[in-house]
């Protein structure tokens, strides 16, 4: 699967996008929002840890796992695997930390848990992904299987895994509307700066996700097989 072009260019939009989109989620929740806390009085400091976590910890590492193969073309398999595992690794838990911090702030606010799409499809996600990893370690990494399965289910591997991908793409469109939402018909004036904020942001994490998928499904060189990693035989 492909289009025929080289993955590299559709990576280094990736790049500068999740800069532009961790940028500016810090900027609404530092500047515009308060700042961040896992313990405040004021408990909307503790929420703001929950976007930073979920776009910069969740999806932006989650990418950067996806995208190893082909920012590290020339690598050994064995040790971009090893990254593309850790990576996955560590947005797991950080996205599993952000959704504590959403469940702290409902907790601690007297605000009922889950009773949004945005929230249903959050804790699905997660669910997918850590299936997901488990998945991948098993079958790809420790005790790891014979060759010819892993190349049977490593189609599957990747198709899952990008449906997980734009899933979580989907959820965080879907917090970003609803926590504008919320904070519109509290009086956040709808053409305002911080509107504008949130908007472009969800603008940017569109785009970013789009070069992400583009890059996963197209060869890091033109010329070799259009898959997502080769295994090796030995």
Avoid at 142 to 164: E, M, T, Y
Avoid at 181 to 193: C, E, I, M, N, R
Avoid at 217 to 225: D, H, K, L, M, Q
Wanted: charged content about 10%; aromatic content about 14%; hydrophobic content about 55%.
């Amino acid at each position: 699967m492909g289009f025929g072009v080289r993955a590299a260019p559709f990576t280094y939009v990736a790049h500068a996008l999740a800069v532009a989109a961790a940028a500016m989620v810090l900027v609404w929740c530092i500047h515009f929002r308060g700042g961040l806390a896992f313990e405040a009085t004021n408990k909307n400091l503790i929420f703001n840890v929950h976007p930073v976590l979920m776009l910069i910890g969740y999806i932006i590492l989650g990418s950067e796992a996806i995208m190893v193969y082909k920012v590290l073309p020339t690598w050994k398999h064995d040790t971009t695997k090893l990254i593309h595992l850790i990576l996955h690794a560590i947005a797991l838990v950080l996205g599993a930390i952000g959704i504590y911090c959403a469940f702290k702030f409902h907790n601690e606010s007297g605000i009922a848990n889950l009773y949004s799409l945005h929230s249903w499809l959050g804790i699905g996600t997660i669910c997918f992904y850590s299936i997901q990893w488990i998945f991948g370690f098993v079958a790809f990494f420790f005790p790891r299987a014979s060759p010819s399965v892993r190349k049977g289910v490593l189609p599957w591997h990747i198709l899952f895994g990008l449906f997980v991908y734009i899933l979580a793409l989907a959820t965080a469109e879907l917090g970003f509307l609803e926590k504008l939402t919320f904070l519109q018909s509290s009086g956040l004036d709808k053409y305002g700066a911080e509107a504008f904020l949130v908007n472009f942001t969800a603008l940017v994490v569109v785009l970013f996700g789009a070069s992400v998928v583009v890059a996963a499904v197209s060869p890091a060189r033109v010329e070799e097989p259009h898959e997502y990693a080769p295994i090796p035989e030995s």
